[in-house]
């Protein structure tokens, strides 16, 4: 397979990447510093060396002394590399640590130093529409997502099932996270139905059973595997009662489709509206972190239920976003945004729509989803 380029851009100095499984960190990685002294603690040997006798890494960084990167890919599964890599960066012998991992849990709960602003945070997401190109599918990326591992599978629809079999195998029993995983199951399950909603954290524990301080400690764990995040509530200079709780998304649409449940009584045009909104809102955080702006991701509810999606703010940015699953640009489409840029007319609000025209309504730009993805690239304003 032809290695796709990424919008990342990597730093100079050493640095955490982040992601969940299956965004393309070691491919990135390998591919900007293949020459690298490379430790993989998903190797049960490395994994095995590594928690035994941490102060290994040193013995391997003056060992190779004309390779100037190390890179320590799954850095959470032995948190204590940490200490020796803090050690040699105040030595400054001249390397550049690149530590990548797929959970912050066991990193917070050992209370590690995460190198006290040593070392950089960036963030890998799943496929942005405009790093595929021409090669970009919206239809394929609503109905399977945008994770490189499934996208350069053969059976999408079969390694999305088994993705959150792997998270609960590898990540959440193998590191003994949670004590019943039968009740973590049943959760993310229940969990699938808030996507792109309003977080219930007590409609969810009686929905699964299981207390409600459980279910909020269930819900810090997927934001730590980074297989979910929180947007909060847009509220700066606010002129309207405003709603306070935040919207839960799950990372990636197909990885929503695959938990999400299906039955006789479930719209279609529901699931599709929840997982176009979980699409524009992955683009939307990977084209906030791979742009470097500062800029922030929220929502705007007033307490009588007028709605903005995404608002996204920033010392250069202000853009109010509203997704519709719908072809046709109506007058109740509008509402929200019209609302929202009279309390804000600094802002510039944008549509993104089923259809196939790009349409100037009322002062708002109307885009189609699928030309809206395709050309949102870090570092462009979203209505290039």
């Not at 039968?182 to 139905?193: C, D, I």
């Not at 699931?271 to 992955?282: F, T, Y």
Request: charged share 25%; net charge neutral; glycine share 8%.
């Amino acid at each position: 397979m032809e290695l796709i380029s990424r919008f990342l851009q990597p730093p100079s100095s050493s640095f955490f990447l982040f992601g969940p499984r299956g965004t393309g960190k070691s491919t990135w990685v390998r591919s900007i510093f293949g020459d690298a002294v490379w430790i993989d603690l998903l190797d049960p040997e490395s994994y095995r060396s590594y928690s035994a006798k941490p102060e290994r890494l040193r013995e391997i960084v003056f060992g190779n002394p004309e390779k100037r990167t190390v890179v320590v890919d799954e850095i959470q599964r032995v948190p204590e590399l940490l200490t020796v890599v803090h050690a040699l960066i105040e030595e400054k012998r001249d390397r550049q640590f690149v530590l990548t991992g797929s959970s912050a849990r066991k990193l917070k709960r050992t209370g590690v130093d995460l190198l006290a602003g040593r070392a950089l945070f960036r963030s890998m997401h799943p496929f942005m529409g405009a790093e595929l190109r021409e090669a970009f599918e919206f239809g394929a990326a609503l109905q399977s997502g945008l994770l490189p591992l499934v996208y350069a599978g053969p059976q999408s629809e079969d390694i999305l099932r088994a993705y959150a079999t792997l998270y609960l195998r590898e990540e959440v029993q193998f590191e003994g996270l949670v004590r019943n995983i039968g009740n973590f199951s049943r959760f993310l399950e229940a969990a699938s139905f808030s996507h792109a909603s309003v977080l219930n954290l007590s409609n969810i524990s009686r929905e699964c059973q299981i207390e409600r301080k459980v279910v909020d400690a269930y819900v810090g764990l997927l934001e730590d595997l980074m297989l979910s995040f929180r947007i909060p509530v847009f509220s700066k200079r606010a002129r309207r009662d405003l709603s306070v709780h935040p919207k839960f998304y799950l990372f990636d649409a197909g990885v929503f489709r695959s938990l999400r449940p299906r039955g006789p009584l479930d719209r279609q045009s529901e699931i599709e509206g929840h997982a176009l909104e979980g699409l524009v809102a992955q683009h939307l955080r990977a084209w906030i972190d791979y742009g470097n702006e500062q800029n922030q991701l929220a929502f705007w509810r007033t307490r009588s239920g007028v709605e903005v999606d995404f608002i996204v703010y920033g010392p250069a940015d202000f853009w109010a976003i509203a997704v519709k699953n719908s072809k046709q640009v109506r007058d109740e489409d509008l509402r929200g945004l019209r609302t929202f840029g009279e309390d804000y007319p600094e802002s510039r609000l944008i549509l993104a729509y089923r259809g196939s025209e790009r349409l100037l309504r009322k002062g708002i730009l109307c885009i189609p989803c699928a030309e809206f993805l395709a050309h949102m690239r870090p570092g462009q304003p979203l209505d290039a």
